[in-house]
């Protein structure tokens, strides 16, 4: 995917339904049936040769006869019978077996439909009297038109949006990187039956050596991955799934001209019926405890495994999901140093219970993190590498709960490709919060040998704790897959607020609630790729 199409500054919804209407979004499944009459989908421009398999998809009650569809120039029209129709709501095409291939509903075969790319008035009869109608102008390859409310967007054909997935109280292990690396990685050495590895880059020898080993044992292993992470893939990553690969593991990356995601960004892995969820990269600046301060935890519940493994399995089998032995065939990848720091071990990892919430994105982990933080009566707490814009949804709620008396705190890194921006961003929040007399703070981290860069993605208000991939700018939460997890949980929360107050202080390992001013971390040697790398939050 070209790089060009990051835009951290738009604000996007994050609720995505797949079927549209011209006053009512509804999804596009056969079981679903509006009330009006409407066109709910349209897909005028696959991303095949002649935009073979295009189409409508309509909605129109079962009882009801002598419908037409029309672009202005050509009319179609529906059996006047309606045990010909494929129910009430179907596709409307002239290719049947290539529209079937990208419609999640039955398809209605018509003589001819041909939709233009660069755009049409679509117009549903019945008698000849309009009842719906839907305009679209210059129609993006592969993505299909929907209508959420007063807003219209395009949206890739295959992506589905999901629910938040609420599950039942587990044991949850947390933990923090790089205080303890051995967690992660102990985990994915467990594997007795089934491993699913799902990342944004893969790098680390230490965990090729565990799905290698897993694989050798009879575990079936599957790792799935970005197929052009920023700044590219490095000889070192490539040699990494070349060895997955030619040890009989699946290997996959997701990306291409049919990409349902800008890019692949979570961080899990399903292990038998346990979910490992972290903010961190399979590399050794992440998941190694390297580099960066992140955030994890070990979910033992086979409820959550399975709703996990569902969402890797859904992902790994578009037409997006590219073999990795045919993606690399010609590529060339360059050197890349992987990061070698050394971290004292100052906070242990707890065990507790509590219910767990699995959130991803595009869809639905904006929404609900926010309706967290709105539900906040005490604390909440936020861990960033660094925030996009100032009027988004997430850091809106922070603020309203400051404003409700709840007291925030905002931790951003100062590492130095985003200490200029973050510096500014802590100034204007702590503005608002002096002149509106607010219980809000926002600093930058100060490592002080702890770790080098905030690298974590977290949040804890009150009881409840969200840890997972999910960066807080708009590309994230509309256009990248993410995962991660909410657990509500009294000794969790504590514990990740504690590790969270002293990142906060700066310490050399006490906690403790002192606000002492921010600063700016050493300056790294590094080059600065392009300036969306430094924004995308995965630098390192």
């Known amino acids: 995917m070209p790089h060009s199409r990051f835009d951290p500054w738009p604000v996007l919804a994050a609720v995505f339904a797949l079927g549209v209407a011209a006053t009512v979004a509804a999804p596009v499944t056969a079981a679903t049936t509006p009330t009006p009459p409407a066109?709910?989908?349209a897909v005028p421009n696959p991303a095949v040769d002649g935009d073979t398999g295009e189409f409508v998809v309509v909605?129109?009650?079962k009882a009801a006869a002598n419908w037409t569809l029309s672009d202005g120039e050509t009319t179609v029209s529906l059996p006047t019978d309606p045990a010909e129709?494929?129910?009430?709501?179907?596709?409307?095409?002239?290719d049947p077996n290539a529209t079937r291939r990208l419609a999640e509903v039955p398809v209605l075969g018509v003589s001819r439909l041909s939709l233009s790319n660069a755009g049409e008035r679509l117009t549903l009869r019945r008698d000849g009297a309009v009842v719906a109608r839907l305009d679209y102008r210059d129609?993006?390859?592969?993505?299909r038109l929907v209508v959420e409310g007063d807003g219209r967007r395009w949206r890739p054909v295959g992506f589905e949006p999901r629910a938040v997935r609420t599950h039942g109280t587990a044991r949850v292990r947390g933990f923090l990187l790089p205080d303890s690396p051995e967690v992660p990685l102990d985990t994915l050495r467990g594997a007795e039956r089934r491993l699913l590895l799902a990342g944004y880059t893969f790098t680390s020898?230490?965990?090729?050596?565990?799905l290698v080993a897993a694989a050798e044992r009879g575990v079936r292993v599957r790792v799935l991955v970005d197929a052009d992470p920023v700044g590219g893939r490095s000889a070192r990553g490539a040699a990494a799934l070349d060895r997955l690969a030619n040890a009989g593991i699946e290997v996959s990356v997701l990306g291409g001209p049919h990409a349902r995601f800008e890019y692949h960004h979570p961080k899990y892995a399903v292990v038998d019926d346990r979910a490992l969820v972290l903010s961190e990269n399979w590399k050794p600046a992440g998941v190694g405890g390297r580099s960066s301060r992140g955030w994890g935890v070990v979910v033992d519940s086979r409820s959550v495994a399975d709703d996990l493994a569902g969402l890797f399995r859904n992902d790994a089998s578009g037409r997006d999901a590219i073999p990795w032995r045919r993606h690399r065939r010609g590529k060339r990848f360059d050197a890349g140093a992987a990061a070698n720091g050394t971290y004292p071990s100052r906070i242990d990892p707890l065990t507790a219970t509590g219910r767990v919430r699995v959130l991803t994105a595009p869809g639905n982990a904006e929404s609900a993190v926010v309706?967290?933080?709105d539900d906040a009566d005490d604390r909440v707490d936020v861990i960033q590498p660094s925030i996009g814009?100032?009027?988004?949804?997430?850091?809106r709620a922070t603020v309203r709960a400051a404003e409700r008396g709840v007291?925030?705190?905002?931790l951003l890194s100062g590492a130095w490709y985003v200490a200029e921006e973050n510096d500014a961003l802590v100034d204007w929040l702590n503005g608002i919060a002096e002149r509106r007399d607010l219980p809000l703070t926002a600093r930058l981290a100060e490592p002080r040998g702890r770790y080098e860069k905030v690298h974590a993605k977290g949040v804890v208000a009150d009881d409840t704790v969200i840890v997972g991939s999910l960066n807080w700018n708009a590309n994230a939460v509309a256009d990248n897959r993410e995962v991660a997890v909410a657990v509500r949980s009294d000794d969790l929360a504590t514990h990740f607020r504690e590790a969270f107050a002293a990142d906060w202080a700066g310490d050399t390992g006490r906690t403790t609630w002192v606000l002492a001013a921010g600063a700016l971390a050493a300056l790294l040697v590094a080059i600065v790729i392009a300036r969306k790398t430094v924004r995308f939050g995965d630098r390192r």
């Open 59 to 61: 909605a129109v009650p």
């Open 407 to 410: 007291r925030v705190r905002v």
């Open 389 to 395: 814009r100032r009027d988004g949804p997430l850091l």
């Open 139 to 143: 129609a993006p390859e592969g993505e």
């Open 205 to 210: 020898e230490r965990v090729a050596d565990a």
């Open 85 to 94: 129709r494929p129910g009430t709501r179907f596709a409307v095409g002239d």
């Open 371 to 373: 309706r967290m933080i």
């Open 39 to 41: 066109i709910v989908g």
